[in-house]
């Protein structure tokens, strides 16, 4: 060991510990893994990196490294294997994670191995992948190979947020690890002719390439970037999300819609003083145009449509895991003509994530202005005239007579019967004219999104003011505490009667008919007596984080839910959301292989082409890249034969054509004899047959 290798391997050791630690840094901070240990994965890259560099200071310093590394697997597996059981849950909350992200991105489901997501952090999983970069940094450099391998191994964790435009990794992280590939790419040439030069080099450009990238960052602030379209065509066809079913969405995008999936995070907690299912309001819609939901001027100030107490009431307690911009409130709600609306929610300009709220069973004397009640019963024309003949030509008639809730029922149930309930649906098709339309005489499934939004409009052509809400449903029993996941995000219809105020109708298969007499009943004394409102202070310690697609879970009762929609109802079917991941991974395995053979076909093909002269010239330049492969010298003799092929007049006879050939088949033979994953890579970047 010379004085040369012992800098070349702390150069290795820097360079590695930098690129691991920034690589597993950009994948906590862009996909949100907000219980990772960064400080703990500091430590272990560095002291895994300066491992590597010391392994590879002697011969056989990898290959006794990997042999550690498996005797302690191996070791683990039979005292009980905790530490691989931790690595399998760990791996399987950061596949899920950024799966997560990418079917909100596109649309090919989740990955999620067991029902219940593991309440764990990603930090061994990111172990492993910081272990697997520095070896292949630290063996680049100490062995002075080319980064034809490092490059694209110590940008893989980067790549993987780049694709997606909400995953965007801390710049200290992208910093530290972009500074580092820079070095050891502009480093790597010299290093190969002049190790002691290479050293120096990495000395001088430190702090220099560091300085640079920093500036870089200042000069472009990431708050500059503009997302560019440059396919329009696949923009659309790929950039599918759940919008339609968001609870937090200022525009549900209804030909947007996607899958549902997996997801067992709490959105918050519900306390109620009665039992019975709870309907948490979160935001209304009241201006459609065939395509989307949006709120219109009327959705903001005062709203008197929820008149005043007439049944028991009952005292609802709500804490979000993370501070919303608007409060959620249990329907009906009493007070609410105190309260100030903003495109048809209530403010929560505090930010609190604790309060609670009084809630009626029944009320009277509620009212809107004619305003209101014109948008709420607005349909664009074109709509207008094909739901009619739609009903017209069903010979559809409620029997209602005069009664609004009747007719409320009655359009309910209609719309319960046009589709089954999906959380799987078609997505709708192009040439389409209203997705209201379209769901009532084509569509075969759908989920809450697809049969509330059917029920607004119908209610509206028959003249009864009616908005699309979205919220949370919890089906709690008093006095306890019940965790509402993501999943019961949920959408229902309010429709307005005269005299009694905004009342809810589900039209959701699975969720019954749903009135305000279907709020809980059983009568309980209230844990307290406040006024309406009533909060309770509790400042939040994080900023929101994106809540505009919901994933979904199981309930206590073991009831698969949706993503952005809700349980499922009874006997409702739910895909495997991870078949689409499998699909993909098994094309990129065929398409790899696939481009193996092919290469392999026409590289025979390329070398039996033209003269015998021609082709040993062919067979020598592949040859020479066998001989670097190997650091082996290459052979004199077919030297000699390759220069009299290209200088002379002499044409090769076959037999010495055939030279050429056994020794690419030597050479081969070699070739595999190295260990597998080498021999492998080796085969698919070179053709080696």
């Not at 060991?1 to 050791?13: L, P, V, Y």
């Not at 939004?453 to 009616?466: E, F, K, N, Q, S």
């Amino acid at each position: 060991m010379n004085k040369n290798s012992i800098f070349t391997g702390i150069s290795a050791w820097l360079l590695a510990a930098a690129i691991s630690f920034g690589g597993v840094g950009c994948l906590l901070t862009g996909f949100s893994f907000e219980n990772g240990n960064i400080v703990g994965l500091l430590l272990f890259c560095m002291i895994v990196s300066l491992l590597w560099s010391i392994a590879f200071q002697f011969r056989f310093g990898a290959m006794v490294g990997w042999l550690g590394i498996g005797t302690m697997v191996i070791g683990d597996w039979m005292s009980g294997g905790w530490l691989l059981m931790q690595l399998r849950l760990s791996f399987e909350v950061l596949i899920h994670q950024i799966s997560y992200k990418y079917n909100i991105g596109y649309g090919w489901g989740v990955v999620q191995w067991s029902e219940i997501l593991p309440n764990t952090s990603p930090d061994f999983a990111l172990a492993a992948v910081a272990l697997i970069v520095s070896f292949v940094v630290v063996g680049t450099v100490c062995c002075r190979k080319s980064t034809l391998l490092a490059v694209p191994v110590s940008v893989l964790p980067l790549a993987v947020c780049l694709v997606l435009i909400d995953t965007v990794p801390h710049s200290m992280y992208l910093i530290i690890l972009l500074a580092a590939l820079v070095l050891m790419m502009m480093t790597t040439p010299l290093r190969r002719r002049d190790e002691r030069q290479s050293n120096r080099l990495i000395a001088w450009l430190l702090v220099p390439v560091m300085l640079m990238t920093c500036l870089l960052f200042r000069v472009i602030p990431q708050e500059g970037y503009q997302p560019h379209s440059y396919f329009p065509f696949f923009d659309g066809w790929l950039q599918q999300d759940d919008s339609g079913n968001a609870v937090y969405a200022d525009t549900v995008e209804l030909n947007r819609l996607g899958n549902k999936f997996n997801d067992t995070r709490t959105a918050l907690t519900v306390t109620a003083t009665k039992d019975g299912r709870l309907y948490l309001r979160g935001k209304c819609y009241d201006s459609y145009d065939g395509w989307q939901w949006t709120t219109s001027a009327c959705s903001t100030g005062v709203d008197y449509g929820w008149g005043f107490p007439r049944g028991t009431m009952g005292m609802v307690r709500i804490e979000t895991e993370e501070p919303l911009d608007f409060y959620l409130l249990p329907s009906p709600l009493q007070g609410a003509q105190n309260f100030d609306f903003e495109n048809g929610a209530l403010p929560n300009k505090e930010h609190k994530k604790v309060y609670s709220y009084r809630w009626m069973d029944e009320s009277s004397g509620g009212f809107i202005n004619m305003q209101v009640r014109e948008q709420c019963r607005s349909l664009p024309i074109y709509t207008a005239v094909q739901v009619q003949k739609y009903l017209q030509e069903r010979n559809w008639r409620s029997e209602s007579s005069g009664n609004t809730e009747q007719l409320a029922q009655d359009v309910g149930k209609l719309v319960r019967q046009s589709a089954r309930y999906s959380l799987s649906p078609e997505k709708t098709p192009a040439g389409e004219n209203d997705f209201t339309l379209w769901f009532l005489t084509k569509a075969e499934s759908g989920y809450c999104a697809h049969f509330a939004t059917t029920a607004t409009v119908l209610l509206r052509a028959l003249g009864v003011p009616a908005r699309y809400v979205t919220g949370y449903t919890a089906d709690v029993q008093a006095g306890k505490a019940q965790q509402v996941p993501y999943s019961h995000a949920h959408a229902w219809v309010e429709y307005f009667v005269d005299g009694k105020g905004w009342i809810i109708l589900d039209p959701t298969p699975g969720y019954g008919t749903v009135g305000a007499s279907t709020a809980p009943t059983q009568s309980t004394q209230p844990t307290t007596e406040a006024t309406e409102p009533t909060t309770e202070a509790t400042e939040p310690t994080t900023a929101p984080t994106e809540q505009t697609t919901q994933p979904s879970t199981q309930d206590s009762q073991g009831t698969t839910t949706a993503t952005g929609g809700e349980a499922a109802p009874q006997g409702a079917q739910v895909r495997g959301e991870g078949f689409l991941w499998i699909l993909w991974c098994l094309l990129a395995i065929g398409a790899i292989g696939g481009q193996y053979r092919l290469r392999c076909l026409l590289l025979k093909r390329h070398l039996r082409r033209g003269e015998s002269n021609t082709q040993a010239l062919r067979h020598w330049r592949i040859l020479n890249r066998r001989y670097r492969l190997l650091k082996e010298n290459p052979s004199p003799h077919l030297k000699e034969l390759a220069e009299k092929a290209k200088f002379s007049q002499h044409t090769l006879t076959e037999e010495e054509l055939e030279e050429f050939r056994r020794e690419m088949r030597l050479l081969s033979g070699k070739l595999k004899e190295k260990p597998w994953p080498v021999h492998t890579l080796l085969c698919l970047v070179f053709a080696i047959e």
